[in-house]
């Protein structure tokens, strides 16, 4: 790609069509706007930073470290091929979409799809948990309030416990989505000009949390040491594990489902297509926001484990004379339920920093603010990556409407539809690991699609070009993390891997419809050009050959050899 095509692209934006800008996306912010955007994604340590310490036990603070690091390598491939497309909007997804499509039609939408059923369901959690907090930190755990419900679906058939059901978590949770919609619909720049706002307020407590244990000295080693996993001896109490299969599976477990956060920052580039020089603004705004995570995913998860410890058996599980356990064992510290279902991470995280009830209210409020940047943080990038999918051919044409003040809206409606019906949904931890299956497989698409781009566009220019050996990295994570996912999926439950690949294949008969159906086989001519998809163009060809498929064959090989161990 010639620099004249970028900036010509770029150009065209600041035309004085007034028409033709209100029916597109506008370039308003610079990379500290993206920042601000992406600054919810710290927050999301609150969504699973529970259920890792219950399920993984004291590895849990490394699991966090581990799974940063691996982010931030990744980061490196993401910027490299966002830079190259500096006319498009919906994040990594899109970018990579262009390196698969002309090996297959279907594989391109899949990495879309994916990265949108990843990141969507933030709405969702992120809305149930705040509800979450107010909830109990205005009433006690006994008040009709926090115990009313009404059952509409009983889902057990998908997992032991799982129902659709409307309660007062339900209602707040609805409203703090409609609130967040609201900003959103003003577009980017409101939404920065927010985000900006909340992260300042937000981050604070997240950065208090993470230095106080450090500035007081306050770390037991008793509560990181010895590393071994989870276990339990046959009365139930808590005993170190050993590093056999079922150990391997805890670790494999953790690092799937907290990947789901460490590696989000990426959504900093799904608003290239919004910046006013994106080619330095992408780079830079990627590259900052990690550098914000990488203290927040490694302090935080070592302070809230220092605080609550592991956790010790407090009341024994009652069994009825059949054997089936009628009442489970009740635990405290990080194995206490409260903190695996999330709800009690707030009073947690407050109990850390200490001051009393006044001191502790005013942490959960932050926190509470803290999930709604989160909140608006997903909704900004994953309606911008069904809006550009849209425009590209590969979703529904009505996903492209934008609003006068260039905002995705019917985008925007369809994320939040979703999102409530996700919401009603009684166990949050099991939405968040079938929607990761997804964002696996978007991240091993989009890691291999930056050496598929450099073989098959070598002239193409790159505003910033990642060193070939964190190129290479970030390849081989994408195995990794499709092993991860292999052997540890269903530590969260019993098919959740089938689920999210069952989610994962829904986009095949979508992208039927719009591709046969309503676009007659034909990509849209604006999708052809931005994506070079002409045969005879100079600098574009299939150069990788069979790497591509071989790539497939062997992540799907690796996911079925470690799920059947």
Request: with cysteine.
């Amino acid at each position: 790609m010639s620099v004249i095509s970028s900036v010509d692209a770029i150009s065209a934006d600041l035309s004085e069509n007034v028409a033709a800008q209100n029916a597109t996306l506008h370039r308003k912010i610079g990379w500290q706007g993206a920042f601000w955007v992406a600054s919810g994604v710290p927050a999301l340590v609150l969504f699973s930073i529970g259920a890792i310490a219950a399920t993984v036990g004291k590895p849990a603070w490394m699991i966090w470290a581990i799974s940063i690091t691996f982010g931030f390598i990744q980061a490196f491939t993401y910027a490299e091929i966002a830079g190259l497309f500096p006319h498009k909007s919906g994040g990594a997804s899109i970018y990579g979409a262009v390196a698969w499509v002309k090996y297959s039609k279907f594989i391109a939408p899949v990495s879309v799809w994916c990265n949108w059923f990843a990141w969507s369901p933030v709405l969702a959690i992120g809305s149930g948990l705040a509800a979450g907090y107010m909830l109990s930190a205005l009433f006690a755990p006994d008040a009709v309030i926090n115990t009313w419900q009404i059952t509409l679906l009983d889902l057990g058939m998908v997992k032991d416990g799982l129902a659709l059901r409307i309660n007062a978590t339900f209602i707040v949770g609805a409203a703090v989505l409609l609130s967040v919609f609201a900003v959103q619909h003003g577009g980017i720049l409101r939404s920065a000009k927010t985000t900006m706002i909340l992260g300042v307020i937000a981050l604070i407590p997240l950065m208090l949390i993470g230095l106080v244990p450090l500035l007081t000295g306050d770390i037991s080693q008793a509560n990181f040491f010895p590393l071994a996993p989870l276990a339990h001896d046959a009365a139930g109490n808590v005993i170190d594990g050993v590093w056999g299969i079922e150990g391997w599976k805890l670790m494999a477990g953790g690092l799937f489902i907290a990947a789901w956060s460490t590696y989000g920052f990426e959504t900093a580039v799904c608003y290239t297509r919004e910046f006013k020089n994106p080619k330095t603004d992408t780079f830079k705004a990627i590259f900052y926001s990690g550098l914000l995570c990488v203290a927040v995913f490694t302090l935080v998860p070592i302070a809230f484990q220092s605080h609550l410890g592991l956790g010790h058996m407090v009341t024994p599980a009652v069994v009825d004379a059949a054997g089936v356990v009628t009442t489970p064992a009740v635990y405290d510290g990080m194995l206490e339920a409260s903190i695996y279902s999330g709800m009690g991470v707030a009073a947690a995280f407050s109990d850390i920093v200490g001051g009393g009830a006044f001191v502790a209210n005013v942490m959960v409020i932050m926190m509470v603010l803290a999930l709604m940047l989160s909140i608006m943080t997903s909704m900004a990038g994953s309606s911008r990556t069904l809006y550009q999918a849209s425009v590209d051919g590969w979703l529904p044409k009505y996903l492209s409407h934008v609003n006068d003040h260039g905002a995705p809206t019917k985008a925007m409606w369809t994320d939040l539809c979703f999102n409530l019906l996700l919401l009603m949904m009684s166990d949050y931890v099991f939405i968040l690991a079938a929607s990761n299956v997804g964002y696996i497989i978007f991240n091993f698409l989009n890691l291999n699609s930056g050496w598929i781009h450099r073989i098959d566009r070598p002239k193409w220019d790159r505003p910033y070009k990642a060193p070939t050996i964190l190129l290479v990295l970030g390849g081989i994570l994408g195995f990794v993390n499709l092993g991860i996912m292999g052997l540890g999926a269903d530590v969260w439950g019993a098919g959740t891997l089938k689920v999210g690949l069952l989610f994962a294949a829904l986009i095949l008969p979508v992208f039927v419809y719009r591709h046969y159906i309503q676009d007659k086989g034909v990509f849209p001519k604006q999708m052809l050009e931005d994506m070079h998809l002409d045969e005879h163009e100079d600098g574009v060809a299939n150069r990788a050959g069979i790497l591509p498929y071989i790539a497939l064959a062997a992540g799907i090989g690796l996911v079925w050899y470690l799920h059947s161990l």
